[in-house]
């Protein structure tokens, strides 16, 4: 566990115990992080403030939850950004509310995003090498898949995509990786 990360738990037992000042140093460290991921995933800004001030709220409501979380699960980040990412999917589907522009219509980042920087490290070079020789509509499906940690359906509905769709990006990128490292 990093050190930023035992701090954070720190701050989520506080928050358990209705400290608002924790919350608000919880708030403070997090919020430029967990904005940037969503904006990544999703280009309308109310609906990321929206979901941004639901997390939080959730965070305060179930600070709790945090310590029932077992060492090998997620650190107090995995925690927050599942919470995150899981009402990013809810707001889509409570609005009917898909993609203006086609994922894979979007500017392409100029650099890789920390979380694909994360991914290709934890995997290893040649893994992360195959994976950035992947098209940009299976990267987006497995991002949401893996490092989000969203099902078929949710993943669907965050990039806007029939779930078929989802399925067989999956199942190419999939192919794919295993062509490239065998």
């Known amino acids: 566990m990093r050190a930023s990360d035992s701090d954070e738990a720190r701050l989520l037992r506080r928050i358990a115990h209705a400290d608002l000042d924790a919350f608000d140093e919880l708030y403070r460290r997090t919020s430029p992080w967990l904005l940037m991921r969503l904006r990544r995933r999703c280009a309308d800004d109310g609906l990321v403030a929206e979901v941004l001030q639901d997390t939080y709220l959730t965070v305060w409501r179930a600070a709790g939850s945090f310590a029932?979380?077992?060492?090998?699960?997620?650190?107090?980040?995995?925690?927050l950004w599942t919470i995150?990412?899981?009402?990013?999917?809810?707001?889509?589907?409570?609005?009917?509310?898909?993609?203006?522009?086609?994922?894979?219509?979007?500017?392409?980042?100029l650099a890789p995003g920390a979380d694909e920087e994360a991914l290709a490290?934890?995997?290893g070079d040649e893994v992360g090498a195959a994976l950035a020789d992947l098209a940009p509509e299976l990267r987006a499906v497995l991002r949401a898949m893996v490092l989000d940690g969203l099902t078929v359906r949710e993943t669907a509905v965050l990039l806007g995509l029939p779930e078929g769709t989802v399925k067989s990006r999956a199942r190419r990128a999939r192919a794919a990786l295993r062509e490239a490292l065998s």
């Open 121 to 123: 490290g934890a995997v």
């Open 84 to 109: 995150a990412a899981r009402r990013l999917v809810d707001a889509l589907r409570r609005q009917g509310r898909r993609r203006e522009t086609p994922a894979d219509v979007l500017p392409t980042p």
């Open 68 to 79: 029932t979380l077992r060492p090998g699960d997620d650190g107090p980040l995995g925690w």
